[in-house]
């Protein structure tokens, strides 16, 4: 049976997940969330949640989902033994490497390889079944015949709703240079929701250009069912309540043989017009360029505007509280709310404007109005000379509970049997809707006495329902790191033509073009003469189709820099050197350990301070671009007939991303930080040279011990997080 996996951000969307026919649910902490900024959850009252879930047969999932260094980590474990010890059912994990560490330490619970961590190939999801996950949540970019692939060998998790993330998953960088707000730390500003210019000599418009609209899989959800995708997840622990119901009961009412209308998601919450997404091949909604936000659904058009008020072509019946937006081609003009039976607007409505609704207070007012219980016959036996004794028949099984005390006959006013059974009914904040009969003879009990057998039989029946399976748990096993510290220094460009006789030691070619052979030829030749280390660089996500471009051109290199996990079971299968990219987010010693064990090198986190990387061993990005974003898709609308895009762009929203181009099988994008990268320097550096100039590049090379005396050279510069920690 395949699971709905419902988002609970707070705890009234908890209730509503479960209510509307979730069959799991996942949420965070207040600590290691990739969803801080949500209300989430605590110690203290988490173990009442997964009791409450599981008295319904609802799975829960605990997203311990951020990069974590070495003064935390130690916390993340204490979060992760704490959620086995109430039996959560599962973790969420962003770090591939802790895989083992959690495995070994709990083995009873399962692991769950998060979307952070970007798996979309089946070198991926290998590797995350060797270090001990036994489900991934693939990437949102992942496309269909990859999942078909991966679900043969894993569980496998894929969203069917909610929000995109733009750039590629676990690999955005753009919030955190932008302003040190971390997306691999739960605290991403979005700053791909914001107005650019897209430029180019062929192009300039003006938008919302990298925002993309909602996600929608339904239409597509046979497709997953029949490739055994195990979990349809549904994104949204930042969303209110209403969307998070909503949403869920569409899903569940499409799996359980219903054709729902998607009406009262849409008022809830849709931002642009629904995408396939990009599994199933980018289509023409995907980017939602002209509003970013909410734009509900479309319920008329304006037929005549007074001073402060509307008069509507409309078959809605409005509710006080009633909110929405005014549209012209597409673009909002303004707003309106539903107020003492007029309709009040902002802005600058004109007749014939759409009008839609994005706060519809009927549909608010109704979450709750349905409750998933638990029923339960209970029978209970209060007479004189025996101990109280009640029964409960549940899922099957029945449960007995005895007092420890006589009961005695009353002497004036005996406890009425009604009077027992509304005291047996009281369960509570839990679950459970018991049907209670009672036998008794006339006996007298205090008041406390019988609340106190109450809440001992309850505790019993709870226990017995869901926590008396005890998972065991062992010392978690941390391994030291052998530093060898030695002087390498490494540099990604496109065209070495100028460099290629300077001091460094490892080549990482980054074509624009794998499909040009010559280019190939070129860095080979180029390269031939020197003793040089030639790696070529594979991005973060790589299908089948891609794989097949790429064999063929191995033969040039020694090996491989790649920005993904899928880089260590790639290189094994090639019998090439392997470089771990910055992509796999290396950030705390127990990384450093099984990346070193894993491959020839490895590069740290671009997010990890200088005098941190100094105690490890791996290449510090340390000098030109940075990239901050993977696109995945083209910002282009896909008009590859009348292709307006080329292979350098500008994004524009007062400063100016570098939007680079590159070809493998399909076109995909690099977004570049308008400020590139200066340290001090350390022994073990890794350079990017694209969109660098000539004269750019010889600079930081000739300082390569203290790459900031080339600042003369990139006077508009960035430190970077070499000196800033992150939050």
């Given amino acids: 049976m395949v699971e709905l996996l419902s988002p609970a951000g707070s705890r009234e969307s908890f209730i509503c997940a479960v209510n509307a026919g979730a069959s799991a649910v996942y949420l965070g902490l207040d600590l290691f969330s990739a969803r801080k900024n949500a209300e989430n959850f605590t110690k203290e009252n988490l173990p009442f949640y997964v009791t409450y879930a599981h008295l319904l047969g609802v799975r829960v999932y605990v997203a311990l989902n951020t990069i974590t260094d070495d003064n935390e ?44 961590a970007g798996v979309n190939n089946l070198e991926g999801a290998l590797l995350a079944k060797k270090y001990g996950f036994c489900r991934v949540v693939l990437a949102r970019e992942t496309p269909f015949s990859e999942i078909e692939q991966i679900a043969k060998v894993i569980d496998t998790e894929v969203f069917v709703q ?72 549904i994104e949204g622990r930042m969303r209110k309540p209403s969307y998070v119901y909503y949403a869920t009961k569409y899903y569940s009412d499409i799996l359980n043989g219903k054709s729902p209308a998607i009406s009262p998601l849409s008022r809830t919450f849709k931002r642009g017009n629904y995408t396939l ?33 509307l008069s509507l072509s409309t078959n809605h019946k409005f509710t006080s509280g009633d909110s929405g937006k005014i549209l012209r081609n597409g673009f909002e003009v303004g707003n309106f709310t539903y107020e003492n039976g007029q309709v ?32 339960i016959d209970v029978r209970a036996n209060f007479l004189s000379g025996e101990r109280a004794q009640i029964y409960a028949n549940v899922k099957g099984a029945q449960i007995v509970f005895e007092s420890e005390f006589i009961l005695e006959k009353a002497k004036n006013s005996p406890i009425l049997s009604d009077d027992l059974q509304a005291n047996l009914k009281k369960v509570g904040d839990y679950p459970i809707f018991a049907n209670v009969s009672v036998e008794t003879d006339g006996i007298f009990i205090a008041k406390s006495q019988l609340n106190g057998i109450r809440r001992q039989f309850y505790d019993k029946l709870i226990y017995e ?63 031939s003469l020197t003793k040089k280390l030639r790696f070529l660089y594979l991005p973060s996500m790589l299908n089948s189709a891609d794989n097949g471009l790429i064999a063929p051109l191995l033969r040039f290199f020694d090996g491989v820099y790649v920005d993904g996990y899928y880089g260590i079971e790639f290189a094994k299968a090639h019998n090439k050197l392997l ?63 009348d292709c307006k895009g080329a292979d350098y762009s500008t994004l524009d929203d007062g400063r100016k991303f570098i939007l680079r181009r590159v070809k493998m099988t399909e076109c995909r994008f690099e977004v570049y930080n308008p400020y590139p990268l200066l340290t001090q320097g350390t022994t073990k550096q890794i350079f990017n040279f694209i969109t660098l100039q000539k004269e ?14 080339a600042k003369a050279y990139l006077p508009n510069y960035t430190t970077g997080h070499s000196k800033k920690p992150l939050l």
């Fill in 344 to 375: 009040k607007y902002q802005g600058n409505p004109k007749i014939n404007d759409v009008v839609t609704i994005t706060t519809d207070q009927q549909l608010e007012s109704k979450i709750f109005d349905v409750k998933k219980t638990l029923n």
């Fill in 73 to 116: 980590l130690l916390g993340l474990l204490d979060y992760a033994k704490f959620c086995n010890d109430i039996n959560v059912d599962g973790l969420i994990i962003q770090d591939m490497f802790l895989g083992k560490i959690l495995h070994k330490s709990l083995p009873n619970i399962e692991l769950h390889l998060s979307t952070q």
């Fill in 277 to 309: 997404g990009l599994g199933f091949k980018q289509d023409k909604n995907l980017i939602s360029n002209k509003v970013q936000s909410h734009v509900g659904e479309k319920i008329g058009t304006i037929k005549g505007v007074n001073k402060t008020t």
């Fill in 579 to 641: 470089i771990l990219g910055t992509g796999t987010n290396i950030y705390n010693e127990q990384d450093c350990v099984n990346a070193k064990r894993e491959s020839y090198d490895y590069c740290l986190s671009k997010e990890l301070v200088l005098q941190k990387a100094k105690s490890f061993d791996g290449f510090y990005y340390s000098a030109g671009s940075i990239k901050v974003m993977d696109l995945l898709y083209c910002p282009f609308n896909k008009t590859c007939n």
């Fill in 696 to 709: 750019q590049k010889l600079a930081i090379l000739e300082n390569a011990n203290e790459p900031l005396k």
């Fill in 465 to 527: 329902l869901t926590g008396k399976f005890d998972r065991p748990s062992f010392d978690f096993e941390l391994e030291k790191l052998i530093v060898t510290t030695q002087n390498k220094l490494a540099v990604i460009d496109e065209d070495f033509t100028d460099i290629y006789d300077k001091d460094f030691d490892i080549a990482i070619f980054a074509p624009n073009d794998y499909n040009d052979l010559e280019k190939f030829e070129n860095f080979y030749n180029t390269l």
């Fill in 162 to 233: 909610g929000a995109l993330c733009t750039a590629f998953s676990g690999q955005c960088y753009m919030s955190s240079f932008a302003g040190n707000n971390s997306g691999n730390r739960g605290l991403c500003k979005q700053p791909c929701r914001k107005q650019y210019t897209l430029k180019n000599q062929n192009i300039n418009v003006t938008g919302y250009n990298i925002s993309l609209a909602d996600l929608s899989l339904a239409p597509n959800l046979d497709k997953l069912l029949s490739a055994g995708v195990k979990s349809l997840k």
